[in-house]
């Protein structure tokens, strides 16, 4: 009697992909084990499926939060990929021989080791002892074997690394046991062991050899979680290290290089590099054909020197650099990633098993026209909201809104497939911008919402419903709110509403009174846009309103530090005011001339109060001068006088810059002050110009020269000079200064 053929691996590897298949060939097994959550074995079929295109990936999730998932990702090139479809082709019996999904799920995070050395550490002395990447030393000793050296040279591989890490966790001993189990109840099933074969990491070779099996006492005492079991798409991306994924290589497009020349190693250099050079040339590049040979030349000598019969990727992006890059790698580095990664994404045919809001996705994918945004490059979408009139149905004519409110769930959801662009427009809101990109993890974050419903809106609902339940303050449930309100699920809108309205009850600050208020008049604003009715919104915003009128007068009795959240907020409520007829526009007017006249708060805020003023015409020449000698005279402290300056400066600058009459207070101002006094003035006064454009500051520099008796093309030219490093010096000194004692 003989013993299952044990077949090591290295996940990923072409090489070891093509050794397989045609040992598989030799032995013509009756059934094929392959490492992998034995749960999974009903879904090799849509793995073997004519339209499945790789890589792809098996994907397992816990059902409660907090979601614990596990991955094994597929490439056309996996060795586990082509035993399953091996034994399709050949119509024999083959199953995932490894623990259920469930009980990986189930163990602890990591697991704990027995010993500190670990098979990482090993790498690292290889690396040290090779002096190359472990990646490198696999391609250069192993891709390159000869097919009847491979299996023996790959097992005894695994051995040796096993015999350098002595360290075994108990889940690397739990697996091994189950897996030898598999094994054992094949045979008690009635096939020979001689005719199993098993497919399986080189470094568990050994332990499927000397190991027990699993008892049955043991495998009823393994733990188990609630867990969905699903496939995905997935990306090359995603499988180079870069990702992050462990047991991915770095250049999974390379591999596939190598993958379709089986038994052709001496012909990846040349597609190697003609496709690198091809890429390099799309980046508008030039690259030579000279230059491709020469950088082939060089990876056969190098290959040589290193020890190797043909070029491995190392070999060939050093040739490359010194050829096409000229020694610089940055000169190639996106060429690189595009030859040596690629972009590359997976795809499964309907019917797949998925969860109901991955079925949900992809339908509203393909009924909203968003498919070809399903790509690993960043794509941008404009969305137009307002209804189309020259279109026959109404499905057609409110396209781009419909497309809104899916996007907005999903962003609301946590799904990273969409972004959110800033606004180009001024005063009204029928546009939307967006960057989309898909990602593997975006599939994740789409089956994760699986815990949330069935649906996509369903589960934006049940998000925002879980908000609502832990929101502390009206600003949390306008937040909400608004969200609803994007997403066009008035249901959900209302019951955030209705959190705001019994949250409200209790005092605010006016900050969150004034960004309540003003994300529900998004709301009241664009309703009609966004077919939502505003009518419950208003009687709110009113309120809001009017208390945020009632307190903000106290709240500018304030510190250096709240002032510019103060600032906001009465911008927030000048900007509401503006946009809603129904709210009281003289009593906030009447609220911005007290605020400017008084003594007692913020200077910062009565300049800002100053500023709205000049802005909306209520402050005329004769107002803005007795204020500006007012504040900026030498019986007041400095930073008081520069306070005010900075909140006067903050807004509608153009209107400051052409009054030549308050330059000339702030001169005199400023010349009348002290060494100390300046000083300290000077603090307020770099922050209130840092944000003037490099015209503005022109403007100004040329106001002064005139002032100065100067001409103002010269003044400008000498203020707008580089600062001095004893300049510099005495400006980042007062970065230090102490704002609480004012």
């Not at 097919?147 to 697996?175: C, H, I």
């Not at 190639?332 to 499964?348: F, R, S, V």
């Not at 800033?422 to 789409?446: C, V």
């Not at 500051?697 to 000498?718: C, F, H, R, T, V």
């Amino acid at each position: 009697m003989g013993a299952p053929v044990f077949f090591g691996v290295r996940h990923l590897s072409p090489a070891a992909a093509v050794q397989l298949r045609r040992t598989l060939d030799r032995v013509r097994p009756r059934l094929v084990l392959v490492e992998g959550p034995s749960d999974f074995s009903g879904e090799m079929k849509w793995l073997c499926h004519p339209e499945t295109r790789f890589p792809a990936a098996m994907l397992a999730y816990t059902r409660q939060p907090p979601v614990r998932t596990i991955l094994y990702p597929l490439a056309v090139y996996s060795p586990e990929l082509q035993a399953i479809r091996w034994a399709h082709e050949h119509g024999v019996e083959c199953r995932f021989m490894d623990l259920p999904s469930s009980v990986f799920l189930a163990l602890p995070a990591g697991g704990e080791e027995e010993d500190p050395l670990s098979t990482e550490s090993v790498y690292q002395r290889l690396e040290t002892l090779t002096g190359e990447d472990h990646d490198s030393f696999w391609e250069r000793n192993f891709e390159q074997l000869e097919p009847d050296r491979y299996q023996a040279a790959v097992n005894a591989f695994g051995r040796e690394l096993r015999a350098a890490s002595p360290f075994r966790t108990a889940e690397t001993l739990v697996r091994e046991a189950y897996m030898k189990r598999v094994v054992r109840q094949a045979v008690e099933s009635g096939i020979p062991e001689e005719e199993i074969f098993c497919v399986c990491g080189a470094f568990h070779v050994a332990g499927l050899e000397e190991n027990e099996p699993m008892t049955d006492a043991e495998e009823a005492a393994l733990p188990r979680a609630d867990a969905l079991t699903t496939l995905m798409p997935y990306s090359y991306y995603r499988l180079s290290s870069r990702s992050g994924y462990g047991a991915g290589n770095r250049a999974p497009a390379y591999f596939e290089l190598l993958w379709d020349a089986p038994g052709r190693p001496e012909e990846v250099p040349l597609r190697y590099l003609t496709r690198l050079a091809a890429a390099h040339r799309k980046a508008g590049n030039l690259v030579s054909s000279a230059e491709v040979i020469e950088a082939a030349r060089l990876a056969n000598v190098l290959a040589g020197m290193r020890g190797s019969r043909f070029p491995v990727l190392a070999d060939l992006r050093d040739a490359a650099v010194a050829t096409m890059g000229h020694g610089q790698f940055s000169q190639l580095a996106l060429a690189a990633a595009d030859t040596e990664t690629g972009k590359t994404i997976g795809y499964l045919p309907a019917g797949v098993s998925r969860t109901s809001v991955q079925e949900d996705f992809y339908r509203q994918l393909r009924d909203l026209r968003l498919e070809k945004f399903r790509a690993a490059e960043l794509q941008r979408l404009d969305l137009d909201l307002r209804e189309k009139l020259n279109v026959k149905s109404e499905a057609a004519a409110l396209m781009d809104l419909r497309r809104s409110f899916f996007l907005h769930r999903l962003r609301v959801l946590g799904i990273h497939f969409a972004g959110l662009l800033p606004s180009r427009q001024e005063g009204a809101n029928w546009g939307e911008y967006w960057e989309l990109r898909w990602t593997p993890e975006a599939e994740i974050e789409i089956v994760e919402a699986a815990l949330l419903g069935d649906t996509i809106e369903d589960a934006a609902a049940a998000a925002l419903g879980e908000r609502g339940t832990e929101s502390t303050s009206i600003a949390q449930a306008a937040a909400i709110f608004e969200d609803a309100f994007l997403c066009g699920m008035p249901a959900a809108a209302s019951h955030a509403l209705s959190v705001l309205q019994g949250l409200s009850v209790d005092a605010a600050a006016v900050t969150d009174v004034a960004e309540t208020a003003s994300r529900l008049s998004l709301a009241a604003r664009y309703g009609d846009l966004r077919r939502f009715d505003p009518a419950p919104v208003i009687p709110l915003i009113q309120q809001l309103y009017l208390r945020a009128c009632l307190t903000l007068p106290d709240a500018c009795v304030c510190d250096a530090q709240a002032a510019p959240a103060i600032t906001r907020a009465m911008d927030q409520l000048n900007a509401l005011q503006l946009h809603h007829d129904f709210l009281d526009g003289d009593r906030w007017l009447s609220l911005l001339a007290d605020i400017s006249d008084r003594d007692d708060g913020n200077t910062r805020c009565s300049g800002f109060a100053m500023a709205i003023l000049l802005e909306r015409g209520q402050a005329d020449e004769a107002l803005l001068s007795r204020e500006v000698s007012r504040r900026l005279s030498p019986g007041v402290p400095a930073s008081l006088g520069a306070g005010w300056f900075e909140g006067l400066a903050s807004r509608n600058r153009r209107a400051l810059i052409v009054r030549l009459s308050l330059w000339r207070y702030l001169d005199s101002y400023l010349s009348g002050l002290d060494e100390a006094a300046f000083r300290r003035a000077l603090v307020f006064l770099r922050r209130a110009f840092a944000d003037f454009s490099p015209s503005e500051k022109n403007d100004i520099a040329e106001n002064l020269g005139e002032i100065w008796g100067l001409n103002s093309q010269q003044a400008a030219e000498a203020l707008m000079e580089d600062t001095t490093g004893a300049e510099q010096e005495l400006l980042d000194s007062l970065e230090d200064f102490d704002f609480d004692d004012i």
